[in-house]
């Protein structure tokens, strides 16, 4: 465990260097927004119309945040057509709110809208409402992102998510701390 | 022996190909027996019957020849069902001639007999629907006949065509006339449809026009006319030369008078929007939402007065993990929950904030009611604890009763 844990901290500061030599290069990625203000969570909601709003919340000195904001960012120009990806701090105030309504006790969670609406996935956990953790490659947030999409469209607020489940994050979602 | 016999009799029936016959107009695979079932049969009676009458038609004209007049040529066509083909009477001058013609042509007969061959178990019929060579030159004679008499009466039919103005190629070509009878045209291309043909139609109601003539213009139109206005002639005044000064049509003339050239073709397709037919499904998650939203955005950018879309306390329409009911009910929940958190952090005093935000989410945990953890007990080793001690005791009694 160790072991991996070290990995982890390593792969989570390649990523990181890689990042910033990228921006350096000037290489064209899209920064993906972040967000950390109550009215840009509302602003972003309410202007995303017709598409799939990918609100990542955590914090960037985790590992898994990081390494979920880079499958994100890659990702985020191949579902452009449909989807709008943003990133929340969760260490600000005004977002706390937030935190609160969506009941997000684990970082990082994902929170999937359309039109406003809140859109539920089936992963076979116990929560619903989110996805946690990261993903393993840039497919499955694709195909995850699709579904969605698909059953928005179709008018279904909640859609089985199409990933097996040795590639779904396993974790213990406990009530009020128990 | 003759129990092989009849079972050699009774093959299986052959697996013929699918067939269409044109006289029951289906398919099947019956194969050559097909022609020998009643209901063939009968059709095929029917069948031969309405071309006898057609037929009938025909030999009318054949005793008694008449010119054809130009504007009936599209009512004398006929349709010769053994040959499958079209007769059109273009270009001739006696009624049916063209029919006639084919009518005694040997392919004719060997079509006749190919089709009775193929559809009608008997071959009897076949002189019904022939026309004698010996009839045919009769008709040629009475023809001549008919179109010696008329020679006095040729210039008035040549008067007759020019006044038909419709008619724009025989009037250019009236100098070029050497028979007696006129050959109205004998165009076979197609021009396209220049000018709007509703008002055309409305003028041509009773009278038939010509399969390749070219469009008619209103304004070219005598305008005693019905359906048509006087507006129209007006408006041919100004133009170079008309039907009336024997001008030749705008769309001959080279190049500038023609409609039809690159420039147009590109304007008109411009004009056509192209439409991206994508209509977003209405029964989609937010549909009212989103329509709604796309007014509002619509007025922004028009710059008009936009009223408050979200004031601080908006919460999006979300489901929460811990509640179980309608949307509604889990934001009112959370709302319920925030007003206590807020009555509750006024009273407590200042402190750092994650040690605030702890303590509201302790104080709202002890606020309810401290939730009993209890081990699991599952119903049915409640009732076996029970009833094994009923037993028990039962026993007892019993024992002590015996």
């Known amino acids: ?178 | 022996m003759e129990e092989k016999n009849t079972k050699a009799k009774k093959k299986p029936s052959k697996k013929n190909e699918f067939e269409f016959c044109k006289v029951c107009r289906f398919h099947h695979d019956h194969g050559p027996r097909h022609k020998y079932f009643p209901r063939h049969k009968e059709l095929l009676s029917a069948f031969l019957n309405r071309f006898r009458s057609k037929i009938a038609d025909v030999r009318f004209f054949l005793k008694n020849p008449s010119f054809l007049r130009p504007q009936e040529e599209s009512q004398n066509r006929v349709w010769c069902v053994f040959c499958d083909e079209d007769i059109v009477e273009l270009g001739s001058s006696f009624a049916c001639s063209k029919a006639i013609n084919h009518f005694a042509s040997s392919e004719h007969h060997k079509n006749i007999k190919q089709f009775l061959w193929k559809h009608g178990p008997s071959m009897d019929c076949v002189d019904d629907f022939k026309i004698s060579d010996a009839d045919v030159a009769k008709w040629v004679r009475k023809c001549t006949a008919l179109g010696n008499k008329d020679a006095s009466s040729c210039t008035g039919q040549l008067s007759r065509t020019s006044s038909d103005i419709h008619n724009k190629f025989e009037f250019e070509r009236t100098e070029k006339v050497q028979t007696h009878f006129i050959n109205p045209n004998n165009l076979n291309d197609v021009k396209p449809l220049l000018y709007n043909t509703n008002e055309y139609q409305i003028s041509h109601s009773g009278v038939t026009h010509y399969g390749s003539h070219l469009n008619v213009d209103a304004s070219q139109l005598a305008p005693g006319v019905i359906g048509m206005t006087s507006n129209s002639s007006s408006h041919s005044g100004d133009s170079s030369g008309n039907v009336h000064s024997g001008a030749p049509p705008p769309w001959l003339t080279p190049n500038d008078g023609n409609i039809f050239n690159q420039s147009e073709i590109t304007r008109v397709q411009e004009k056509i929007p192209v439409k991206t037919t994508s209509k977003l499904n209405p029964h989609r998650v937010g549909a009212a939402w989103a329509e709604r939203r796309k007014i509002e955005m619509e007025m922004e950018k028009r710059g008009e007065a936009v009223n408050s879309n979200t004031d601080a306390d908006w919460l999006p329409n979300f489901g929460r993990v811990w509640q179980s009911g309608t949307r509604k009910d889990s934001r009112k929940e959370f709302e319920k929950e925030k007003r206590k958190l807020v009555v509750t952090a006024e009273s407590i005093s200042m402190e750092s904030e994650e040690q605030k935000l702890v303590k509201t989410e302790s104080i709202s945990v002890e606020s309810e009611e401290p939730v009993q953890i209890q081990p699991y007990v599952s119903k049915r080793a409640v009732c076996f604890t029970f009833i094994t001690l009923n037993c028990d005791d039962w026993f007892h009694v019993v024992h002590y009763l015996f």
Request: with cysteine.
């Open chain 1, 1 to 178: 465990k160790k072991s991996s844990s070290r990995f982890h901290s390593v792969w989570g500061l390649y990523i990181l260097k890689r990042q910033i030599r990228n921006h350096r290069e000037k290489m064209e990625s899209v920064l993906l927004p972040t967000l950390t203000k109550k009215e840009e969570i509302d602003r972003i909601i309410n202007n995303t119309i017709d598409k799939v709003l990918v609100l990542r919340f955590g914090r960037i000195s985790d590992e898994n945040c990081l390494l979920l904001d880079d499958i994100l960012e890659k990702s985020a120009r191949d579902v452009s057509k449909f989807a709008t990806v943003a990133l929340v701090d969760v260490d600000s105030d005004q977002v706390q709110v937030y935190v609160n309504y969506f009941d997000i006790t684990l970082f990082p969670s994902t929170v999937f809208f359309f039109n406003a609406h809140h859109m539920k996935l089936d992963s076979g956990t116990a929560d619903h409402t989110k996805w946690v953790g990261k993903f393993h490659e840039k497919q499955d947030f694709i195909d995850v992102v699709e579904v969605i999409f698909r059953g928005a469209m179709k008018g279904k607020l909640i859609v089985h998510c199409p990933l097996p489940p040795e590639r779904i994050p396993k974790y213990q979602l406990l009530y009020k701390d128990v």
